[in-house]
C-alpha cells in the first residue's frame, strides 16, 4: 500500500463558497499561507446571496476587490427596494415594502462603498480569481473527510473526489464554512439554539424575454406575488430574460423537488405574471430553506466556524451571507496575530465572544424583516413586537461590548436603537474621507487592515514617538497618523476628525486590523507609550512583551504593514 501524501500550512479552510472565499482573500491580504478545499467542482452557477451590504462592501474596498465586484453586477446597477403585488400584470404599480436600500449623497458621509446587488454565481468567481492571485491554494472538486486536532494543530484527511487520492493536511487552524448541514460542526457535536426552520422553497431559474415587458420600469430588487396560484418571490438577474422565481415547497407534507415538473412551474410563474402565455423556459431548480439557528459555541481548540456553519438567517435583508463575511474578516486578523506571535492564544477566543452576539442579534433583524415583508411561504407570529434597529444601523452600528477591547461599555446593547458612529471602544471606527500627504483622496476605513492604526491630532505628536516605541517593544506594526491641516491626512472642509471619533485633538483612538476601535484616549496622556502597551497587551491577550527589536526590525515591521506581504 503506498503512502499518502502529507502537506503541511498554517491555516485549512473547509469550503469555498462566499464565506469561505472570503477567509481566503482576507487571509491572503495578510500575507498568511492557507489551503482552501471545495466539495463541488466549480462556484456556484445559481443566481442566489446577491445582496452585500455597506459594511460587507467596506471590507471588499479595504481588501482591494470591490471594483471587480462592481464590475460583475453591473446588470442589476440600478434595482432597488422590495415590491408587492398581486400578478406583475394586475394593474398598478403595486405596494413597495421597501422603496430604498440604503442610497443617496449622504450616504458618503457615512460609508467609503455602498450596497451592491451582486449574485453569488457572480460575485463567487471574482472572489476566487482575487484569492489565486493573492497566493491562496483553492482545491474545488476535494472534500474534508475527516479531522483531529491537539495542542500542536489540526490533522486533516481529504480527499480528490475524481481520482478518490486522499491526502494528510497538518494545518495549525481549521476555519469551517462548509454551510448549515456543517459536517465540522457536527463532528465537534457543537449544537445549535433559535426556531429552526421557518419555510421552504424551491428556488427555479428560467429564461423569459417577454417578462421584461410585463415588469415594465419596475427595477426591484425582489418582487412578492401574492395571488395565491402564482405565489412566489421573482428576482431579476439580468432585467432582460434571466430571472430566478422563489416557490414555496412543503417537504413537510410529502412534497418532493421532483413533484415541480416543468409544466407545474411554468404554469405558476404565468400565474405570477398573470398572462396565461407568457413563454417560459425552465433551466434549474433548487431546494431552498430558510432557519433561524446559532451555533451554541463557534468552535472547539483550534477550529473555528463561519458563515452558515455557524448561523442560518432568514433571506429577509440578506443578513446572513454578509454576517458570515464579517465572520470571516473577524477571525482572518486574529489567526494572523496568532500566527506572527503578536497575540497570546486567548485572542482567538474572542472571535465567539464577538461574533455570536452579534449573529442573535441580526437574526432577531432578519426575522423582523420577514415579518414586515410577509415572505411567500412564511407564516408570521402572531404576535408582532417592536422591531429592532433599521437594515442601516445593524449593518453599520453593531458593536461588541466585550471580546479584543479595552474599555468598552459592558451593558451597551449589540445594535443600539437608531443609528450611531463615533470612536467609542467596541465600535466600528468612524468613516471620514481625508487626503494623504501626496495628495490621494482616501477613508480612514482604508487604512485599517494589515496592523493597528492609532489616530491623533496636531496635539498629539507624543503618540506617534509612543507607536514607534510600541512597536520596538512589542515586536509587531503600530502605525499613527496625524490628522489635520499640513499632517499626514486633511480631512474634508468642515470635518471636525476629533468630534466624530469622540476625542479631543491631543487625544488618540486605537483601531483594530478590522476596523473596530480597540480603545480611546480622551486626550493625551503623560506616558503615552505606557498607555499604548498596556491596552495592546490586554486587547492581543499577550502576558509578556517580546523582546524588544531593532530600529530595523521596527522599520521592516511598519513596511511590511504597508505592503502586507511577511
Known sequence: MSRRAVESVPVLVAGGSLVGLSTSVFLGRLGVEHLLVERHAATSTHPRGRGNNLRTMELFRTAGVEQDIRAAAGALAGN??????????????????????????????????????????????????????????????????????????????????ASGETRIVHARYLVAADGPRSPVRERLGITQSGPGALFHNVSITFRSKKLQDVVGGRRFVVCYLTDPAGEGALLPVDNREQWVFHAPWAPDRGETLDDFT?????????????????????????????????????????????????????????????????????????????????????????????????????????LFQANEEQHPGYTPEKKRK????????????????????????PDAAIVPDGFQVGGAPGGRAPHMWVTTRDGRPISTLDLYERSFVVLTGPGGEAWRTAARGVTARLGIPLECYVVGADHDLVPEDGVDWAALHGTAESGAVLVRPDGFVA????????????????????????????????????????????????
Open 80 to 161: 432597488d427596494g422590495v415590491l408587492q403585488v398581486s400578478t406583475l400584470s394586475g394593474g398598478g404599480e403595486g405596494r413597495w415594502i421597501v422603496k430604498a436600500i440604503d442610497t443617496g449623497p449622504a450616504l458618503s458621509q457615512i460609508t467609503s462603498s455602498g450596497w451592491c446587488l451582486c449574485s453569488q454565481n457572480d460575485l463567487e468567481p471574482v472572489l476566487l480569481r482575487y484569492a489565486r492571485s493573492l497566493g491562496g491554494d483553492i482545491r474545488f472538486g476535494t472534500e474534508l473527510v475527516s479531522f483531529t486536532q491537539d495542542a500542536e494543530g489540526v490533522h486533516a484527511e481529504v480527499r480528490d473526489r
Open 262 to 366: 416543468d409544466a407545474r412551474i411554468v404554469a405558476h410563474i404565468r400565474a405570477a405574471a398573470g398572462v396565461p402565455d407568457l413563454d417560459v423556459e425552465v433551466t434549474g431548480k433548487a431546494p431552498w430553506h430558510a432557519a433561524d439557528r446559532v451555533a451554541d459555541s463557534y468552535g472547539e481548540g483550534r477550529v473555528f466556524l463561519a458563515g452558515d456553519s455557524a448561523h442560518e438567517m432568514p433571506p429577509t435583508g440578506a443578513f446572513g451571507s454578509n454576517t458570515g463575511i464579517q465572520d470571516a474578516h473577524n477571525l482572518a486578523w486574529k489567526i494572523a496575530a496568532a500566527l506572527r506571535g503578536w497575540a497570546g492564544p486567548g485572542l482567538l477566543d474572542t472571535y465567539q465572544t464577538e461574533r455570536r452576539p452579534v449573529a442573535l442579534a441580526t437574526t432577531a433583524r432578519a
Open 386 to 409: 417592536d422591531g429592532p434597529a433599521d437594515a442601516l444601523t445593524v449593518a453599520l452600528c453593531y458593536r461588541y461590548p466585550s471580546g479584543a477591547v479595552v474599555g468598552a461599555d
Open 519 to 566: 480603545w480611546r484616549s480622551p486626550e493625551l496622556v503623560p506616558d503615552p507609550e505606557r498607555a499604548l502597551t498596556d491596552t495592546l497587551m490586554t486587547v492581543l491577550r499577550r502576558e509578556t512583551p517580546a523582546d524588544t527589536v531593532t530600529e530595523a526590525a521596527a522599520d521592516q515591521l511598519l513596511a511590511t504593514a504597508s505592503d502586507g506581504r511577511v
